[in-house]
């Protein structure tokens, strides 16, 4: 099974936080690994690096779809 990864990136309020300015979101793409998704989030963000407004993230989208699979036993909400 693939480990899914989203790379994006766009303008922070705060290049301290996370807070994007969702009309400046730039999608860079899904990828099947960390490595493969390294690669691109460096190439964008090093386009960048002298904007400090400028963010770009990778985000695990295989923890998302599959929380329980890092092996973390979570409680699960009851059947309504």
Known sequence: MSKLHLVFGGRVHDPRGL????????LVG???????????W???A????????MRYVIVHLHRLLEPDSDG??????PAA
């Open 46 to 53: 090093q386009r960048t690096v002298d904007d400090a407004e």
């Open 72 to 77: 973390i036993s979570r409680p699960r909400e």
């Open 30 to 40: 899904v990828y099947d690994s960390y490595a493969a998704a390294e690669d691109a």
């Open 42 to 44: 460096r190439g964008r």
């Open 19 to 26: 807070d994007f300015d969702l009309e400046t979101i730039d």
